[in-house]
C-alpha cells in the first residue's frame, strides 16, 4: 500500500505568514508523529497523535505552532506568524498503533523556507 | 538528560571496504534502539532495530549493529560497501519508561567512491 505523504514537498514563504502543512499517514495507523530536520541535524521531535487526541505535544516550541487530527487520519501542521528560524524539513511520520517497539515510516517531509 | 551521539559526521569509503558508524547514546532508563536510513530526496527508512534479546541485529541491505550496554553504543557495521549505501544515516533511541517520539542524533554522512 500507499506510505506517508505529505504535502506540499516545498513551501516558500514570507516572514509573518501563515502556513500548513498537510501529513497522510498510512491507512490504518493510529500513531502519527511530527518531527522538524533543521539544517546538519538529526529530526526533533514536535507532536504526537493517538487517533484525533494530541497524545504528547511537549515538542512544539512555542504557541505558533499547532497540530490537528480531526478525523484521526490526515493531519495538519499550523505555523503562525512565521520566522525565519522556522526554515526546516517538517517530517511526518506513523506507527500502527504507537507502541514503542513498533517502526515510525516517514513520509519525504515538506521543505519549508521562510524569507 | 538523554542524548544520542554520533561520532563522526562524515566516514568517506571506497566501494568493496567495511565500514562502522558509531553511536553512543545516554539514557538513566533503558531504551529501543534504532538506525534510519535516508537517501537523497527521500523519506528515513528504517536500517534495523534492537528491542531486547540478541545484541547483535542484522537488518536490510547487509547491515547489522551491536548493542552494548555497558558501552551505551550501538554501532552500525557493514563489511563490504557499494555506491548505493552512499547517504545519510541517523542512530535514535526511544526511552522504554517515556513516551514514543525517537530522539535522533545529528547524523552521519557516507559516502562510497569507487
Known amino acids: 500500500g500507499a506510505g506517508v505523504s505529505q504535502t506540499p514537498s516545498n513551501k516558500v514563504t514570507e516572514k509573518g505568514k501563515y502556513v500548513e502543512l498537510r501529513c497522510d499517514p498510512i491507512s490504518g495507523h493510529t500513531a502519527l508523529y511530527w518531527y522538524r530536520q533543521s539544517l546538519g541535524q538529526g529530526p526533533e521531535f514536535l507532536i504526537y497523535f493517538q487517533g484525533t487526541g494530541a497524545a504528547d505535544d511537549s515538542g512544539l516550541p512555542n504557541d505558533r505552532f499547532f497540530a490537528v487530527r480531526p478525523e484521526g487520519s490526515v493531519s495538519t501542521l499550523k505555523i503562525q506568524r512565521t520566522e525565519r528560524g522556522d526554515s526546516a524539513v517538517y517530517l511526518c511520520?506513523?506507527?500502527?498503533?504507537?507502541?514503542?517497539?513498533?517502526?515510525?515510516?516517514f513520509g519525504p517531509g515538506t521543505r519549508l523556507l521562510v524569507l | 538528560a538523554q542524548s544520542v551521539t554520533q561520532l563522526d559526521s562524515q566516514v568517506p569509503v571506497f566501494e568493496e571496504a567495511p565500514v562502522e558508524l558509531r553511536c553512543n547514546y545516554s539514557?538513566?532508563?533503558?531504551?529501543?534502539l534504532f538506525w534510519y536510513v535516508q537517501y537523497p530526496n527521500q523519506g528515513l527508512q528504517l536500517l534495523l532495530k534492537y528491542l531486547s534479546g540478541s545484541t547483535l541485529v542484522k537488518g536490510i541491505n547487509g547491515f547489522e549493529a551491536e548493542f552494548n550496554k555497558s558501552q551505551t553504543s550501538f554501532h552500525l557495521r557493514k563489511p563490504s560497501v557499494h555506491i548505493s549505501d552512499t547517504a545519510e544515516y541517523f542512530c535514535?533511541?526511544?526511552?522504554?519508561?517515556?513516551?514514543?517520539?525517537?530522539?535522533f542524533g545529528k547524523g552521519t554522512t557516507l559516502s562510497v567512491s569507487s
Open positions: 511520520a506513523s506507527s500502527l498503533t504507537g507502541t514503542r517497539s513498533e517502526t515510525q515510516y
Open positions: 535514535a533511541v526511544i526511552l522504554n519508561q517515556a513516551g514514543t517520539a525517537l530522539i
Open positions: 539514557s538513566s532508563v533503558s531504551v529501543y
